[in-house]
Every structure is written in structure tokens, then in C-alpha cells.
């Protein structure tokens, strides 16, 4: 499995789509699977990235497929970033996106470890299944 991202790259955004709650995300992979529901244990593979100027994707920052091991929380109860508890909460299961989360729902105005304050964080996200 390989990340739908890369460092450099740069992204067509007329292709995404925007939510209601303003996270850009463009389906890479369908799936007519089920979506998780709040309270379900999900598993991904995601890599995150900063964004670098409005559409090139910049330095990577994490990746569950560099560890070689999937990531696992309980969906809606603020384990991650609002951002993620949004985008997981729409996807299916077996579908993959890619994301583009601004920052008041990453981490906002707090920087954390290699992740600046305000940033917007793009992330491949392949949700695997539910507990």
C-alpha cells in the first residue's frame, strides 16, 4: 500500500469537493461499504502533509504506512483532530481520500512537534474497516 501523496506535488483542486463544514477532499478510491457511526473503533493508513503555498503538498509529517501498522481510535469522541472525527464520519468503508483540513480543524493557532500553528494539513486517509 502506498500513499496517493507526495512532497512537491501539486494539486488540482478544481477536482475536490467542499464540505459543509469547509474540509476539501477528492475520492481516490469508491466504496459501497457502510460509514462507520459515532462510537465505532475505525482503522486507517493515512500520511499527512503540510500544505505549502494553496496547492502544493509540502513536507510530510507522519505516516501510518512508514510505521507499517495501521491506526486505530473511536470515532466521535475527540481522540483526534475535529477534522479527522468529520472526514471519517463520511467515508465508507474500503474508501480512500485525499483531505485538505484547514487549520481551526487541526490544530489551529498551537503548533505541534513539525506542525507550525495555523497550518493546513493534507492528509491520504484509507479507512480499512470498523470494530
Not at 459543509?20 to 461499504?33: L, T
Not at 512508514?66 to 479527522?84: M, Y
Request: a negative charge.
Amino acid at each position: 500500500m502506498k500513499s496517493n501523496i507526495t512532497s512537491g506535488e501539486m494539486l488540482h483542486l478544481e477536482d475536490f469537493t467542499t464540505s459543509k463544514h469547509g474540509i476539501v477532499y477528492k475520492i481516490v478510491k469508491e466504496s459501497d461499504q457502510e460509514k462507520p457511526e459515532v462510537g465505532d473503533i475505525v482503522t486507517v493508513h493515512y500520511t499527512g502533509c503540510l500544505l505549502k503555498g494553496s496547492h502544493e503538498v509540502g513536507k510530510k509529517f507522519d505516516s501510518s504506512l512508514d510505521r507499517g501498522e495501521p491506526f486505530q481510535f473511536t470515532l466521535g469522541f475527540g481522540q483526534v483532530i475535529k477534522g479527522w472525527d468529520l472526514s471519517l464520519a463520511d467515508m465508507k468503508i474500503g474508501e480512500e481520500r485525499i483531505v485538505l483540513l484547514p487549520a481551526h480543524l487541526a490544530y489551529g493557532d498551537r503548533s505541534v512537534s513539525v506542525i507550525p500553528a495555523n497550518s493546513t494539513l493534507i492528509f491520504d486517509i484509507k479507512l480499512l474497516g470498523t470494530e
